[in-house]
């Protein structure tokens, strides 16, 4: 694959709002509208080891020129 070809992405993460026990407290449903209206596309969960996620990763191509 030429040089030019090659497709680089820009990583996003986003927290869902928790609670006091650490576990998600409400749906973010709106937030990730948002992200995937500008552009980004969901690739993982990172979650903590005790359970509950701890954030949701997300990716999209950068746009030649623009900066990472």
């Known amino acids: 694959m030429a040089e030019s ?3 680089c992405w820009e990583y996003e ?6 609670d006091e026990t650490q576990k998600e ?8 509208n948002q992200l ?4 980004w ?3 993982e969960t990172i979650a903590y080891e005790g359970g ?12 030649s ?3 990472v």
């Open 5 to 7: 070809e090659v497709t």
């Open 13 to 18: 993460t986003f927290r869902p709002p928790r």
């Open 25 to 32: 407290a409400e749906d973010p449903k709106a937030e990730l």
């Open 36 to 39: 995937g209206a500008e552009g």
């Open 41 to 43: 596309e969901f690739v």
């Open 52 to 63: 509950g996620t701890k954030y949701l990763v997300f990716k999209r191509p950068v746009q």
């Open 65 to 67: 020129g623009e900066p």
